[in-house]
């Protein structure tokens, strides 16, 4: 079984929808990340939790909402998003928090979400 | 601001061709320059960490090594199964990993 696994793999969405994207890590780590990549731009950091508290939200719109409810499962639930919210949606885990020992990001495959 | 900047955007490889790949960075006190390898329709795959200019680090056919200012990934004798995206990244500030855009390597046979 794989360290970090997501579901689904591809969304397809309308504005309206309402829709969960869903990521568990089996490797015992205790920070979990969202992050957002779109073509020809660089990984960009969404949210950030520390054993299971939040502690960075990057300016990201309030239709993105996510949910930590233990250390293993991360949520992202999205709600009238837009078309250019279209991306790669990344979850990843780390052994530690950022500023600690090991900041070694362990990555999911990803969800493809494409919103018409 | 901390930043991460890589090149070439693309690389064209003929198999058997050696090359580099760049990473120039401006952090804050370095915690780490990180590589992954990103293939299409997946997460990163981690790769190597370097912490200290003059450290390197090899596997395979690809070799890291790092500077006050930038690291180089270099390619020795490519496959064509290396053909993929590969990304630099730093840790900055109370956040994690800052990536640059990658480059995307593609080797031919």
């Known amino acids: 079984e794989t360290g970090v696994t997501q579901t689904p793999r591809h969304l397809v969405m309308g504005m309206t929808n309402k829709k969960s994207l869903k990521c568990e890590q089996h490797l015992g780590h205790n920070a979990m990340y969202w992050y957002k990549q779109s073509a020809k731009k660089p990984l960009e950091l969404m949210f950030v939790y520390n054993f299971k508290e939040q502690t960075e939200n990057n300016s990201v719109p309030s239709r993105f909402s996510p949910e930590c409810p233990n250390s293993s499962h991360l949520f992202l639930h999205l709600h009238t998003l837009q078309p250019e919210d279209s991306a790669l949606y990344l979850c990843a885990s780390s052994q530690d928090p950022p500023r600690r020992t090991n900041e070694k990001l362990f990555f999911g495959s990803g969800t493809q979400l494409s919103v018409l | 601001e901390d930043q991460v900047t890589q090149s070439p955007e693309a690389l064209r490889l003929q198999e058997g061709e050696s090359s580099s790949l760049n990473c120039s960075y401006t952090?804050?006190?370095?915690?780490?320059l990180f590589w992954y390898r990103q293939d299409p329709g997946k997460g990163p795959e981690f790769l190597f960490t370097l912490y200290s200019a003059g450290e390197e680090k090899e596997k395979e056919r690809l070799k890291a090594t790092l500077t006050k200012k930038e690291s180089f990934l270099h390619i020795t004798a490519p496959k064509p199964e290396d053909s993929a995206t590969y990304l630099c990244?730093?840790?900055?500030?109370?956040?994690?990993?800052?990536f640059g855009k990658g480059t995307r390597l593609s080797v031919i046979a």
């Open positions: 990244a730093v840790p900055s500030g109370n956040t994690p990993l800052v």
């Open positions: 952090v804050s006190g370095l915690r780490g």
